[in-house]
């Protein structure tokens, strides 16, 4: 029996890699050569890179580094290695069916590589979205999704965060939003843990029905089991 969810929103805010876009394969390759380069345990660098800004994990394992020439040989390697960025199960759909100027997208990436693989993977690339030259403070911080809001003329409170880390998580979380978690890299427990109102598989679970009198997205979460409200 299929179990179904209404949500009602102003906007969406999609984190990008894990929940619209699978570059697993190409950050793995990209962080693991530069571990080994610098001598470091290369899947504990794959492994603590994933979804904050590269500058962090640069200034974290180079303290004494020109941090901003090491992140900038990062992201070039980044937007050169495309192979296997994919779009994930139901990002186009969801996209394509969403008012455009309701949703955006607030990554931890910057906006060069953002747009890079977005169109790698096919999808759209909104006029507007937040990246890591947009904050001073990145996920857990509520920043990221606060601006996110903003953008787009809403509160956060009014808006549903599509994430898939715990970080991303609290992050929304704090900012005062709904959280829907995708499973991709982080367990259920943490994701819950973590505050998500809802967990899902990926983006097919969620469908855009329409806009209501009062100007509210009208979503339909479902799945084969129901979602784990915490």
């Given at each position: ?53 590269s500058l962090v994990t640069v200034c974290e ?74 904050v001073t403070r990145s996920k857990p911080d ?89």
């Amino acid at each position: 029996m299929m179990n179904c969810v209404n949500i009602r929103c102003r906007a969406l805010l999609f984190d990008l890699d894990g929940v619209l876009i699978d570059s697993t394969p190409a950050v793995s390759r990209v962080w693991r050569g530069w571990a080994l380069e610098h001598g470091f345990d290369a899947q504990e660098v794959v492994r603590r890179a994933h979804g904050r800004p590269s500058l962090v994990t640069v200034c974290e394992y180079l303290p004494h580094a020109d941090h901003l020439a090491e992140n900038r040989e990062v992201e070039r390697r980044e937007m050169e290695d495309l192979e296997g960025v994919v779009p994930l199960p139901g990002a186009l759909a969801l996209l394509n069916a969403l008012p455009p100027d309701r949703w955006t997208i607030v990554t931890s990436c910057t906006r060069a590589l953002a747009e890079v693989r977005l169109r790698a993977a096919g999808l759209p690339v909104p006029s507007r979205l937040v990246t890591a030259q947009d904050v001073t403070r990145s996920k857990p911080d509520p920043e990221p999704f606060q601006k996110g809001a903003v953008i787009l003329g809403f509160a956060a409170a009014d808006c549903l965060v599509l994430e898939d880390s715990p970080a991303g998580i609290r992050a929304g979380k704090a900012a005062g939003a709904r959280v829907l978690a995708l499973r991709a890299i982080a367990p259920d427990s943490e994701l819950a843990a973590a505050g998500a109102d809802w967990l899902a598989s990926n983006c097919s679970s969620l469908s855009f029905v329409s806009v209501n009198g009062a100007g509210e997205l009208l979503l339909l979460l479902t799945g084969d089991a129901p979602p784990s409200a915490v």
